[in-house]
């Protein structure tokens, strides 16, 4: 089993900024790729940022290129994003999520293993 446990959700007015982190641990793997995916109330869980077992490679959602910022640090079995210029529409609960192969995924249902997720809310 791997247990993924999210951090650094809150409350926060618009502009602010949150980083959140999601630390692996139990059984691990030899490459990885890691995910952020966020829940709004009535809407299914979308993509947010991904990145590489390297770390050589990101992708993001386009609603928030420009914003958000994703990060790994294998040593810590840690991945992070870092959430600039936050909006209200940013308000969900975010997941990460782990799948056993190096790259990108964009899919949630390409993901085995996910944590239970940490609130984000941005009010006006």
């Known amino acids: 089993q791997v247990q993924l446990v999210e951090s650094g959700g809150g409350l926060v007015q618009a502009g602010d900024s949150l980083r959140l982190s999601c630390a692996a641990s139990?059984?691990?793997?030899?490459?990885?790729?890691m995910a952020w995916f966020r829940q709004a109330p009535g809407k299914g869980r979308e993509f947010v940022a991904g990145?590489?077992?390297?770390?050589?490679?990101?992708d993001y959602a386009d609603s928030v290129k420009g914003r958000f910022t994703i990060s790994r640090d294998n040593a810590k079995n840690t991945v992070y994003l870092q959430m600039n210029s936050l909006k209200p529409e940013d308000t969900a609960v975010y997941y990460c999520?782990?799948?056993?192969?190096?790259?990108?995924?964009?899919?949630?249902?390409?993901?085995?293993?996910w944590g239970q997720g940490t609130q984000v809310t941005v009010s006006s």
């Open positions: 999520a782990l799948a056993t192969r190096g790259w990108v995924h964009f899919n949630d249902y390409e993901y085995p293993y």
């Open positions: 990145i590489t077992w390297s770390g050589a490679m990101t």
């Open positions: 139990g059984r691990t793997f030899s490459t990885y790729s």
